[in-house]
């Protein structure tokens, strides 16, 4: 089961940092992304996202592909690539992969002009190593599916701050 973290960060420089140190802990094997988006709020409000992947291109290489493929049955490669291509664009932008846009868009508007959330979707995490990694980068933590205890050890290490050990109950 995957678990969503949604952290603001003071600017978008910030945010795509901690994406690209989250992707190199995966490089590491320390965690498992299913998606990693930095959702920006200009000064006139409006929201931009910065996804991980094109769906856009992504669709149009595939299209150009299969079309291809196609157009030389027929003996039209040139206008099969060209009709493969644009079907596979107009798919890849009507395609949401990982968490949906507008939830990020609606969860982004709470943040203010000029910052930045980092909206994560986490599959399988090595917790001690990646918030170990995390320490100190700063950010406020603004939704997540994690229990307290978790979401705490998260704040605090974005904190630069020992997590309490919570004491065992007798």
């Known amino acids: 089961m995957s678990d969503l973290v949604v952290i603001a960060f003071p600017t978008e420089a910030k945010a795509e940092e901690v994406r690209q140190k989250l992707l190199a802990m995966q490089k590491e094997y ?9 959702a920006v ?12 992947m094109n769906t856009t291109a ?4 595939g299209g150009a592909f299969w079309g291809t ?3 030389l049955i027929f003996l039209m490669p040139l206008a099969g690539a060209a009709l493969g291509a ?9 395609t949401d992969v990982g968490i949906n846009d507008k939830f990020m868009k609606d969860t982004a508007a709470a943040i203010q002009p000029g910052t930045a959330a980092l909206f994560v979707l986490v ?8 918030l170990e990694g995390l320490k100190g980068e700063g950010g406020t933590v603004l939704k997540t599916s994690l229990d307290h205890t978790k979401e705490a050890a998260l704040q605090a ?7 309490a050990a919570r004491a065992p109950s007798p």
């Open 123 to 130: 599959r399988r995490v090595t917790a001690d190593k990646v």
């Open 41 to 52: 709020k200009d000064d006139k409000g409006n929201i931009k996202l910065n996804q991980m």
């Open 58 to 61: 992504a669709g149009a290489v």
């Open 157 to 163: 290490a974005l904190a630069g701050v020992q997590a």
């Open 69 to 71: 493929l196609i157009g």
């Open 30 to 38: 320390l965690l498992e992304l299913g998606d990693a988006v930095v």
């Open 86 to 94: 644009a079907s596979g664009a107009v798919g890849g932008a009507l």
